[in-house]
């Protein structure tokens, strides 16, 4: 595992940002995108970079991580809106190249098993984007999932319904279920680039990088990958 502190979320931002450019100028690229604050200053480079350089997306496909359960896919917090919105509506990414989890498809481990197979005929995803969550939890893979897990159904635990509360108009609007990328489907994109910001993650990102694997810190699943690569501000790496 690779980790790189830079002084501030700006230049963290710039340096995913050349990450990810350098993958997408050496051809098709499958890009796995999360959401959550943590990468909004990652996309807003890259939409720059488009904008201001020609920096093109137009091979490129993107999937991405999770969903809630029951959020219509046009409600403003589903993460299909909110990837759209926040990324790729802004640069030439095909629509039909961006790839959702259905949170509200009739059959849900159905539609689990459909992303995960996606996944694989688009060829598997080059770079997979992550946040990480307080308690450790990566897409929404809360403790004590299991690091071979496939995309399948979880239940929120109460510190992340409370941690999202912020993005809904009050925390009975946070769903308790979701839809997510298992942490064996995660562990199969060929590059891991998880970003931490501030103090808030400081915790999850030492029992990440320097704890033991264990499911009970879910993005500990990243020291047994080959090419992860941990991209984190001075606060967030305060406990190292
Ligand atoms: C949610 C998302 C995760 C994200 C996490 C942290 O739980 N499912 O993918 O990493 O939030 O969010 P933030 O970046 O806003 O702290």
Known sequence: MEIIILPDP???ARTAADIIQARLEKG?????LATGSTPLGTY???IRRHCDAGLSFADAEAFTLDEYLGLPPDHPESYRSVIRREFTDNVDLRDTAVHSIDGQAKDPEAEATRFDTAIQAAGGVDIQILGIGTDGHIGFNEPMSSLASRTRIKTLTKQTRLDNAR???SLDDVPYH?????LGTIREARHLLLIG???AKARA???AAEGPVTAACPASALQ???HATVLIDTPAASQL
């Open 10 to 12: 700006n230049a963290v």
């Open 28 to 32: 098709r690229t499958v890009l796995g």
């Open 44 to 46: 807003e480079e890259l």
């Open 167 to 169: 993005f809904f108009p």
């Open 178 to 182: 979701v839809l997510t990328q298992g």
């Open 197 to 199: 910001l501030g103090q």
């Open 205 to 207: 990102v030492a029992a």
């Open 224 to 226: 047994l990958h080959p």
